[in-house]
């Protein structure tokens, strides 16, 4: 049965930490690996992997791939208060069909 | 439109009733999913359509829930004799393919009293 798994499940910051939350899948057909950040009610498209050790960066935060551990990383630089959310991570979006979502890590970041 | 829309925002239904879920994906995209997220819970996967192929009806959790999308492109998720264990957040999302990811909509908060 594919599985992706998140850790941790809740963090606490302060700002100006720098965080990594983990993702480690175990999926059938795996093609890409896909990360979302949760506010409210939709989640927002962070970034997709498909590559190992690729690093895909936008801003204050960073994502890489390794297909051979089966895991992923998100890091977030300097975290602000507008970065608490959850983080979805979720695969293997083969053919583009349905993703099997991780738990989600929670995190809060105290000013 | 420019994004998803799901209708209604919130419904709160009592037990026993039957409810439908409104999604409106993206123009053009062809792929459309449903899932639901309970409190506290990561998405949990009920049902993808892409074109015209038979959808993926694998994690509909039981035959009080079905869905269906009409030329290609709204879907109506219903939930028929509602449980107070169908309370959650519907999401719909949609694709235009495999390098693109999905897009979510809003989502809509059902409370089953």
């Known amino acids: 049965e594919d599985k992706v798994v998140q850790s941790p499940l809740s963090l606490v910051v302060h700002e100006g930490d720098t965080v990594t939350l983990n993702c480690s899948y175990e999926?059938?057909?795996?093609?890409?690996l896909l990360w979302y950040k949760q506010e409210k009610k939709a989640p927002t498209f962070l970034f997709m992997l498909?590559?190992?050790?690729i690093e895909k960066k936008s801003g204050r935060l960073s994502s890489i791939l390794d297909k051979k551990e089966l895991f992923s990383i998100l890091n977030i630089t300097a975290t602000q208060t507008g970065d608490s959310a959850v983080y979805l991570c979720?695969?293997?979006?083969?053919?583009?069909?349905?993703?099997?979502f991780g738990q989600g890590t929670e995190l809060s970041v105290k000013p | 439109g420019a994004g998803v829309s799901q209708s209604p925002s919130n419904k709160v239904t009592e037990k026993g009733k039957d409810v439908e879920l409104r999604c409106d994906p993206i123009?053009?995209?062809?792929?459309l999913y449903w899932y639901r997220q309970s409190l506290g819970q990561g998405l949990e996967f009920l049902i993808y359509?892409?074109?015209?192929?038979?959808?993926?009806k694998s994690g509909l959790p039981s035959d009080r829930f079905s869905a269906e999308r009409t030329g290609g492109s709204v879907s109506t998720l219903t939930i028929q004799r509602t449980q107070q264990e169908d309370s959650a957040v519907y999401l719909c999302?949609?694709?235009?393919?495999?390098?693109?990811?999905?897009?979510f909509g809003s989502g809509t908060r059902l409370t089953v009293v």
């Open positions: 999302a949609s694709s235009r393919g495999q390098l693109y990811g999905y897009t």
């Open positions: 999926v059938t057909n795996f093609r890409s």
């Open positions: 498909t590559s190992s050790g």
């Open positions: 979720a695969g293997p979006y083969n053919q583009g069909g349905k993703l099997i």
């Open positions: 123009s053009g995209h062809t792929a």
């Open positions: 359509f892409q074109g015209n192929s038979a959808p993926d």
